[in-house]
């Protein structure tokens, strides 16, 4: 079995067998020095004709950037002077006894570890596998990972189940446009990818399920911003039954601390506990409901995390909002299952502007990086928000199943989502969430490794019953 690279620096003196890529190659007289890089890092391989069989030797004269070799060879110190203290292996080196080139590599489009290659997203994209290779990404992968796993132990830990709901399903208005889906079997009618698993969370509840999260795929037709990723993002989302609101945050506040500090330790967070602002307190003194509250702009390392709560239940509308939530005087504003506070239900008729709700949104140095609620769980509550936001009997009856469940005996239940994608960007200092996504779409929704969106066959479409009109 291979060694990993990184592995080399406590086997001084011992032979080892190492594969990997060519990082860099460096030719002094006659002496080679490769970086050999494999997922733990990279370790200086150093060939000498004189200590190679005939057949490496040769080999040696024939290794180019990205080539994949098998080396076996002998760890030796640095000498004083030779020591690299960028690298973590910089202290030893290998000396090669054996080269095997276990697959060439034509000349890469662009540098591998050249930065510069990120000003051509086009191309970055259509070679993710080579940007993929760049130190920087393999640890925004690393990090994903190890940020979803433990997002799953610790909730594990505590009770929590991981539901995986529908993929194919109905509209699930979250603000944006849907994906859509032809069924072949039911022709004319169609599936529309979840924008976020909201109501089967709400029926999870009442399926008494009590300690809900996903990993959960969201689907949402959005132009991009630097934020956001056109197509598809993931959530960290969770719902409970029996819950207050602050035992809510005070979950996600403990979930949180405790994953930066076990992921990301060289990260301080600024304040604990969390400040906890009224929207209108943030409005009053940021003006900004995703205020940034750093105490040092220029300190990669600050997070600064704060609540936003008390939000007004409704916002106006805009010409956008309009097209999906209904046409009305109000939006809701997170989304149409939001519970508003007891003491101003009196409002609801006269005064709906008025009306305070339990919307909780997570920021993070000026990023929300998390929204919920609890939820109303009262049909006549529901149906009064319904009539608000100007839904018609056609538009309640897309939600007549949630209204039904919870004529079944519904648990007050609440809960809250968190874009993993954007957490992970703002933790990490990242500019755009596409750097901590392994296959992101480009800004304008494309994928060009893989050519998708695609044409498809005439049969497919007829099978579908679709007819392509043109737009001319
Ligand atoms: N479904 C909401 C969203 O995607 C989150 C929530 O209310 O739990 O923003």
Not at 195 to 217: C, D, R, S, T
Not at 258 to 282: D, G, N, Q, Y
Not at 324 to 349: C, I, Q, Y
Not at 382 to 409: C, P, R, T, W
């Amino acid at each position: 079995m291979k060694l990993n690279n990184i592995q080399t620096t406590d086997k001084i003196g011992e032979k080892v067998l190492l594969k990997g890529w060519v990082n860099t190659i460096r030719k002094m007289g006659k002496i080679v020095f490769v970086d050999l890089r494999d997922r733990s890092g990279i370790v200086q391989i150093v060939l000498v004709p004189s200590e190679l069989d005939k057949e490496s030797e040769q080999i040696s004269k024939s290794i180019k950037p990205e080539y994949v070799l098998e080396i076996e060879g002998e760890v030796q110190k640095r000498g004083d002077k030779q020591i690299n203290k960028e690298l973590p292996t910089g202290t030893v080196e290998v000396l090669a006894k054996s080269v095997k080139i276990l697959s060439e590599s034509q000349t890469p489009p662009f540098e591998i570890d050249n930065e510069d290659r990120q000003a051509n997203e086009e191309l970055r994209l259509k070679y993710r596998y080579l940007d993929l290779r760049h130190e920087r990404m393999k640890n925004n992968m690393v990090k994903r990972h190890q940020m979803i796993k433990f997002f799953r132990d610790n909730l594990n830990d505590q009770g929590f189940i991981e539901v995986q709901t529908p993929i194919l399903t109905k509209s699930t208005p979250e603000g944006a446009r849907d994906y859509l889906v032809p069924s072949r079997v039911h022709q004319g009618k169609f599936f529309a990818l979840p924008q976020a698993p909201q109501q089967y969370k709400q029926l999870l509840m009442v399926a008494g399920i009590e300690k809900y999260f996903q990993i959960a795929p969201c689907f949402r037709d959005e132009d991009a911003r630097s934020d956001r990723s056109p197509g598809e993002f993931y959530q960290l989302d969770i719902e409970m039954s029996f819950i207050a609101q602050d035992e809510l945050l005070n979950l996600v506040e403990k979930l949180f601390t405790e994953m930066v500090k076990e992921v990301f330790p060289e990260k301080k967070i600024l304040t604990s506990p969390w400040p906890r602002l009224t929207h209108a307190e943030a409005m009053g003194k940021y003006k900004s409901d995703k205020p940034d509250l750093r105490e040092n702009k220029d300190n990669k390392d600050e997070l600064a995390f704060c609540w936003v709560i008390d939000f007004p239940l409704f916002t106006d509308q805009t010409k956008e909002e309009e097209k999906f939530v209904g046409a009305g005087r109000w939006a809701p504003s997170h989304n149409m299952f939001t519970r508003p506070k007891e003491e101003d239900l009196k409002l609801l008729d006269k005064e709906p502007g008025k009306v305070k709700s339990y919307q909780h949104d997570l920021v993070l140095n000026g990023f929300e990086v998390g929204g919920g609620a609890l939820r109303i769980y009262d049909s006549k509550i529901q149906e009064k928000v319904f009539d608000l936001i100007g839904f018609d009997d056609k538009q309640k009856k897309q939600f007549s199943h949630l209204l039904e469940a919870f004529k079944y005996g519904v648990p007050p239940h609440g809960g809250i989502a968190h874009g993993i994608d954007r957490l992970l960007a703002v933790i990490l200092g990242e500019k755009s969430i596409k750097e901590v996504i392994a296959f992101p779409l480009t800004s304008d929704a494309r994928d060009p490794l893989m050519g998708a969106p695609a044409k498809v066959s005439k049969e497919q479409l007829e099978e579908l019953g679709i007819n392509l009109v043109s737009r001319e």
